[in-house]
């Protein structure tokens, strides 16, 4: 297992990509893809927002649930991203016995940190939620996780991700 902690450069370019190749598979609108650093900055990227999609469906509801699960793989698409590179950077895969463990960690730790994704899709979520109440949060929080993490395991979509981190990583200067 390697214990070295991925770079700051590393870790911003696989949350990035993450978000671009997710947002492609979805159908989302791309201005601008940059690297900010550090990560917790607000991103400087530039994707289709929840309203401009929202614009787009009107007022049925069907679709509305549609843009804002959408929207939620989307937003959960860059952290989901930089776990799994964490998890090959580790070399744990789906036989490893501690992956589980590691994914929960992970996950408990960056929900404690101010991470703007996470932030954001758990809002959704909760104005999802008043709107369905029968839904428990952190049930639906984690299949929306699940699914986000799902995504990447075609490796055709995981090779875009990597291809595109590679290029953000060429990209920036390392420090």
């Not at 550090?38 to 929840?50: C, Q, T």
């Not at 993490?149 to 060429?170: M, N, S």
Request: glycine share 4%; net charge positive; hydrophobic share 45%.
């Amino acid at each position: 297992m390697n214990n070295v902690p991925l770079s700051p450069v590393e870790r911003a370019a696989y949350h990035e990509a993450g978000h671009l190749v997710m947002a492609r598979e979805l159908g989302l609108r791309i201005d601008a893809v940059r690297m900010p650093l550090p990560l917790e900055l607000n991103h400087a990227s530039r994707f289709a927002s929840l309203g401009e999609m929202f614009a787009h469906v009107g007022g049925d509801d069907r679709l509305k649930r549609l843009a804002v699960r959408k929207y939620l793989r989307f937003l959960l698409a860059g952290p989901a991203a930089v776990l799994l590179r964490l998890e090959a950077h580790h070399d744990l895969d789906e036989t490893s016995p501690h992956r589980a463990r590691f994914r929960c960690n992970w996950l408990k730790r960056t929900l404690s940190r101010n991470d703007a994704d996470l932030d954001t899709a758990y809002a959704l979520l909760l104005a999802w939620g008043r709107a369905c109440p029968e839904k428990d949060l952190g049930d639906e929080f984690q299949r929306q996780w699940t699914l986000a993490l799902a995504a990447y395991q075609y490796p055709t979509l995981w090779r875009r991700v990597r291809r595109v981190a590679l290029r953000l990583i060429e990209r920036h200067p390392q420090e």
